[in-house]
């Protein structure tokens, strides 16, 4: 990991390695953001196309994928209803994923004014990853996709945060990502103990990461690569901001590590605590409400 782009010293855990008791779990909480992106620059990571439209296909994956985990985690609310803390934390997550939807769908406007055409994409991947690949699937399995995916942006959000990569974006969108990335390292264990508790079995979960990675890496691919071709880069220039991107520490080595750390049969996201980390941040931006 690059320099440290927020003091884990609030923290007194250490984030990479210590084990975090689910008593020390902090409360989630649901914030209005309401972020401005008029003003938004073309390539607002570090003028790098290749680069902002990676992350602007993740921005493009977001919306419907999170609405795809509140659908799975509503699916078995009423057979976690003798677990009222759990039913909290479900409503919470609802809460804070419904939100992220909304304020990515914000930056969405700044493409079109930029005059991208996203519907069709967008309605393409609706169709093809909802409308097609969700419903082969039964309920256990898309809880499993959506507690994978929950430990996988937590992943990436702790390299958002713990690594300076992100001081390089335009102010709003780099303020967008780490309020996302605090609120996944918020409730990432919500989707995995739901899992816990209504189907425990290890090839579930693993099944889950294997669709749900999979489907992810499909699917932002797919967006950045549409992005980038309506921009008229060609494949060398992508090549050449890909690779000016990389020396500057951009990768994406952290969702292999957590994809292998997923595959630990004990495995439980709360393993890892980086709850300090968000903790820290939103201390900083006054966000934290305690
Ligand atoms: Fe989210
Ligand atoms: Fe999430």
Redesign the pocket.
């Known amino acids: 990991m690059t320099s440290a782009a927020i003091s884990t010293s609030a923290s007194s855990v250490d984030p990479v390695t210590a084990t975090t008791p689910a008593a020390s779990r902090p409360q989630i909480r649901v914030r209005k953001m309401g972020f401005d992106f008029s003003g938004v620059p073309r390539h607002w990571f570090f003028g790098n196309a290749w680069a902002t439209h990676v992350a602007n296909g993740l921005n493009l994956v977001f919306p419907e994928g999170?609405r795809f985990?509140i659908r799975s985690v509503k699916h078995y609310l009423p057979e976690i209803a003798d677990d009222p803390e759990l039913l909290e934390r479900c409503r919470a997550f609802f809460g804070?994923?419904g939100s992220h939807g909304h304020e990515h769908e914000g930056a969405f406007r700044v493409l079109e004014s930029q005059g991208f055409d996203i519907q069709t994409w967008l309605q393409w991947y609706e169709r093809a990853a909802f409308g097609k690949v969700e419903q082969r699937f039964p309920p256990n399995i898309r809880l499993a996709a959506t507690a994978a995916l929950?430990h996988l942006?937590a992943t990436l959000a702790e390299q958002g945060l713990l690594s300076s990569e992100l001081d390089n974006a335009y102010p709003v969108m780099r303020d967008l990502l780490r309020w996302h990335a605090c609120e996944?390292i918020e409730?990432k264990s919500v989707a995995f103990d739901v899992l816990k508790k209504v189907d425990d079995r290890y090839w579930v979960r693993v099944s889950g990461m294997v669709l749900g990675l999979a489907g992810m890496l499909y699917f932002w691919r797919s967006a950045a690569k549409m992005l980038l071709k309506q921009e008229g880069i060609t494949r060398a220039q992508a090549k050449r901001e890909r690779a000016a991107a990389k020396a500057r520490g951009q990768n994406r080595n952290y969702l292999w590590r957590g994809f292998v750390e997923y595959l630990r049969p004990s495995f439980h996201p709360d393993d890892h605590d980086n709850y300090g980390l968000a903790k820290a941040y939103l201390q900083k931006i006054g966000r934290f409400e305690g």
Request: charge should be negative.
């Open positions: 999170e985990f804070q994923e929950e942006t996944e409730h």
